[in-house]
């Protein structure tokens, strides 16, 4: 098992100016990892994080999007492995926070934590590439090559969680982070409308 | 007030709903460049059929209609007009992200709702479905905005509402009273 603060180091490291998508407790750990104005909170609903990342990534067509997910929001949003896995954005890359718990509502299991494979969702939905890490070391080396793949990418996590953090849900659902997303997503736009856009599919 | 043009068949009068065309103009007219959907046979065969074969617009079929409700709240932030076109169980099974992604979060997601089986010569609040009853009502508690399209003349009042809701940045909902003809 990693830690989750000590996964996520090795991504704030590589992320770049990547958009990141963090799920439930584990944006309060990604956002002391990588305190960015291009991590998205806005996730609404549990369940969303991958919904919401897919409409960034078909809106930024040229931009990476990272998705954290957790397991127990996962599990309450199964089809968006089949939609994102049939849309296949190449710049979308989805991990999911595997540690067995509801930990942002009392630490209950999530059901079927010692039998369910994400890993095997995804592939059963159709992601091209699909990968599983449990050791830091593995993740470490292994990270550059999954980020530089042609998405849609999906990894899980197995982890246990970091140092215990405050949660400010006033801070990452209220509108000042909105805002300041929107400002810092300006300048990519505006070199967004000089790249050549994808084009339009009949399915 | 029930609008829609009338059509004579034999003895009866048929009201009429609106033709998917019509509407595939709209959101061209509105800039929609994307619609996620899930199948409704309400709209099906008149609006959903012919925006898979649309070379301007570009269809997400989703799994489940909150999917889409996301999708469009994300292509929002990136300058995308995009619709949720779904039943009005998607709606109602949506509630908490509608909620959540547009209302709390004030963004323009726009959806277009198919009302199955509404009868088309009643108000969405007088059908004898207690499922169509209470969908405006419960837009109306949200503070979502809404648009009743029953035939081809209310077609017209899409666009604007979709122009609304990206200038404003507030949901917004159409609710489509009749079968969407081809």
Same mark, same amino acid.
């Given at each position: 098992m990693m830690r989750r603060d000590d996964c996520f180091k090795a991504l704030a490291a590589l992320r770049g100016d990547a958009i990141v998508v963090p799920a439930y407790t584990a944006a309060f750990e990604w956002l002391r990892a990588s305190p960015s104005p291009l991590n998205y909170f806005s996730i609404g609903a549990m369940g969303q994080a991958s919904s919401h990342a897919l409409g960034l990534a078909l809106g930024l067509p040229h931009h990476k999007i990272v998705v954290l997910d957790g397991d127990g929001s996962l599990l309450m949003n199964m089809g968006a492995?089949?939609?994102?896995?049939?849309?296949?954005?190449?710049?979308?890359?989805?991990?999911?926070?595997?540690?067995?718990?509801?930990?942002?509502?009392?630490?209950?299991?999530?059901?079927?934590?010692?039998?369910?494979?994400?890993?095997?969702?995804?592939?059963?939905?159709g992601y091209p590439h699909v990968f599983e890490y449990d050791d830091l070391a593995a993740w470490q080396k292994e990270l550059p090559r999954v980020l530089s793949l042609q998405g849609p990418v999906f990894g899980v996590l197995k982890l246990v969680p970091g140092e215990p953090l405050e949660m400010?849900?006033?801070?990452?659902?209220?509108?000042a982070v909105r805002q300041k997303f929107k400002d810092a997503l300006k300048p990519i736009l505006a070199k967004g409308r000089t790249s050549r856009p994808e084009p339009a599919v009949t399915q | 007030m029930i609008c829609g043009k009338t059509h004579l068949r034999g003895n009866t009068v048929e009201l009429q709903g609106?033709?998917?065309?019509?509407?595939?103009?709209a959101f061209k007219k509105a800039g929609v460049g994307i619609v996620a959907a899930l199948p409704d046979i309400?709209?099906?065969?008149?609006?959903?059929?012919? #925006?898979?074969?649309? &070379?301007? %617009? @570009?269809?997400?079929? +989703?799994?489940?209609?909150?999917?889409?409700?996301?999708?469009?709240?994300?292509?929002?932030?990136?300058?995308?007009?995009?619709?949720?076109?779904?039943?009005?169980?998607?709606? #109602?099974?949506?509630? &908490?992200? %509608? @909620?959540?992604?547009? +209302?709390?979060?004030k963004l323009p997601v726009c959806m277009v709702v198919g009302l199955l089986q509404k009868e088309p010569d009643k108000k969405p609040t007088e059908s004898k479905r207690y499922g169509i009853r209470i969908v405006e009502p419960i837009l109306d508690a949200m503070g979502v905005d809404r648009i009743l399209i029953e035939g081809s003349e209310d077609v017209a009042l899409l666009p604007p509402a979709i122009d609304k809701a990206y200038a404003t940045s507030r949901p917004m909902a159409a609710l489509i009273g009749r079968e969407v003809r081809k």
């Amino acid at each position: 098992m990693m830690r989750r603060d000590d996964c996520f180091k090795a991504l704030a490291a590589l992320r770049g100016d990547a958009i990141v998508v963090p799920a439930y407790t584990a944006a309060f750990e990604w956002l002391r990892a990588s305190p960015s104005p291009l991590n998205y909170f806005s996730i609404g609903a549990m369940g969303q994080a991958s919904s919401h990342a897919l409409g960034l990534a078909l809106g930024l067509p040229h931009h990476k999007i990272v998705v954290l997910d957790g397991d127990g929001s996962l599990l309450m949003n199964m089809g968006a492995l089949v939609t994102i896995a049939n849309i296949a954005p190449r710049n979308l890359v989805h991990f999911v926070n595997d540690n067995g718990s509801y930990e942002a509502n009392g630490n209950h299991p999530t059901p079927g934590k010692d039998r369910v494979s994400f890993a095997g969702f995804a592939r059963a939905a159709g992601y091209p590439h699909v990968f599983e890490y449990d050791d830091l070391a593995a993740w470490q080396k292994e990270l550059p090559r999954v980020l530089s793949l042609q998405g849609p990418v999906f990894g899980v996590l197995k982890l246990v969680p970091g140092e215990p953090l405050e949660m400010d849900y006033d801070f990452i659902h209220g509108p000042a982070v909105r805002q300041k997303f929107k400002d810092a997503l300006k300048p990519i736009l505006a070199k967004g409308r000089t790249s050549r856009p994808e084009p339009a599919v009949t399915q | 007030m029930i609008c829609g043009k009338t059509h004579l068949r034999g003895n009866t009068v048929e009201l009429q709903g609106p033709r998917g065309a019509e509407i595939i103009a709209a959101f061209k007219k509105a800039g929609v460049g994307i619609v996620a959907a899930l199948p409704d046979i309400w709209t099906s065969q008149g609006l959903l059929w012919p #925006l898979s074969r649309d &070379n301007d %617009i @570009r269809l997400l079929r +989703v799994c489940k209609e909150d999917e889409g409700i996301s999708i469009c709240a994300g292509l929002s932030f990136c300058d995308q007009r995009a619709v949720m076109l779904m039943q009005y169980t998607g709606l #109602l099974d949506s509630i &908490n992200n %509608i @909620r959540a992604s547009a +209302v709390d979060y004030k963004l323009p997601v726009c959806m277009v709702v198919g009302l199955l089986q509404k009868e088309p010569d009643k108000k969405p609040t007088e059908s004898k479905r207690y499922g169509i009853r209470i969908v405006e009502p419960i837009l109306d508690a949200m503070g979502v905005d809404r648009i009743l399209i029953e035939g081809s003349e209310d077609v017209a009042l899409l666009p604007p509402a979709i122009d609304k809701a990206y200038a404003t940045s507030r949901p917004m909902a159409a609710l489509i009273g009749r079968e969407v003809r081809k």
